[in-house]
């Protein structure tokens, strides 16, 4: 099989390549020039350097390596970037997509299409709203979340309109190695393995610990995913997440125990998001009746977080 992985240099990109690769497809990606990546998938020769925002150029390449699977994760990723990064948001995921819908409907219009969609859609919840069903009412308030939105119903407009075959899986927080510090999790094991390595005092700052969130190791994800492309139904989202949440004071306690570390922690203003959901946890019944099951724990997902910004400081 023909696979097209775009935003293949990321991290959940990276995965997919690498599991399609060791099982002998032909495997491409596609990244920014400015995109780079620790975790090389395959050869970088499979790399093929180009924007989303270039829809001839996308057009191009697709009709060249006529790709029967075509992964599109390339995104302005961050929903806590997305306050400040408003523009840029809008016009990579929604506009970005577009482009990619375009490029497959012309040059691929047979090839399965997954479009990364995200929890950050379900918006303004409470605690009473979850754990959150697929069919529940969107209510996005970040530029993220409103532009992941727009992503997936961009994908179900060309399903119905094309007949392309598009699959829809609302992404919850995946974890793994190879990550900037950009989120809480991986912003933590990085202050760690700086404090354990002596670089930095043994402080930590932090933001909101109270919240909870689902988080799922993008290993289980990217198997998740790949069971919706196999068994899945097109143009209908479905929640991969593990339907457990842990609260991100949880989160740091394991990984202050992970590193072995003292380190005194101090609450910073500037972490602290102007909306977040107090609670996101997501019902994952509709892709565990596919065969989806968890391998990864969540300590075991932190051990190995950690130690790759160990290896990487």
């Known amino acids: 099989m023909r696979v097209l ?6 991290m959940v990109g990276s995965h997919f390549m690498q599991s399609y690769a060791a099982e002998g497809h032909e495997v491409w990606g596609i990244a920014r020039n400015s995109a780079s990546s620790r975790m090389a998938a395959v050869q970088d020769k499979t790399i093929i350097r180009t924007d989303i ?3 001839d150029s996308l057009e191009e390449i697709i009709r060249e390596k006529r790709p029967e699977l075509i992964i599109h994760m390339a995104a302005q990723a961050f929903n806590g970037d997305s306050w400040r990064l408003e523009q840029l948001t809008h016009q990579t995921n929604y506009m970005g997509t ?3 819908l375009h490029a497959v409907r012309v040059a691929a219009p047979e090839a399965k299409l997954l479009l990364a969609c995200s929890s950050a859609e379900y918006g303004n919840i409470t605690e009473a709203d979850c754990p959150l069903v697929e069919d529940r009412l969107l209510k996005p308030h970040t530029p993220y979340g409103v532009s992941k939105a727009g992503v997936e119903n961009l994908g179900l407009q060309y399903a119905l309109n094309y007949g392309m075959k598009i699959y829809l899986p609302r992404m919850f927080i ?4 190879g990550h900037p510090p950009a989120t809480a999790i991986q912003n933590f094991a990085r202050q760690l393995a700086l404090i354990k390595k ?5 402080e930590i700052h932090v933001g909101n610990l109270e919240s909870a969130r689902d988080f799922i190791d993008v290993r289980d ?5 790949r069971l919706l492309l196999e068994k899945g139904n097109t143009a209908e989202p479905y929640n991969i997440c593990n339907h457990k949440a842990y609260k991100i004071s949880e989160i740091l306690d394991m990984l202050v125990e992970i590193s072995g570390t ?3 922690v101090l609450s910073d203003p500037a972490l602290f998001r102007p909306a977040d959901e107090p609670l996101l946890l997501g019902d994952n019944s509709k892709i565990t009746a596919l065969g989806y099951k968890r391998e990864y724990s969540m300590y075991k997902t932190l051990e190995d977080v950690f130690a790759d910004w160990e290896s990487r400081i």
């Open 198 to 202: 002596g670089v930095i005092e043994p």
């Open 53 to 55: 925002l270039e829809r």
């Open 98 to 100: 577009l482009n990619v």
């Open 262 to 264: 003292n380190a005194k």
């Open 5 to 10: 992985v775009i935003g293949g240099t990321g």
């Open 174 to 177: 995946h974890v793994g190695t």
């Open 221 to 225: 994800g990217v198997r998740a995913m």
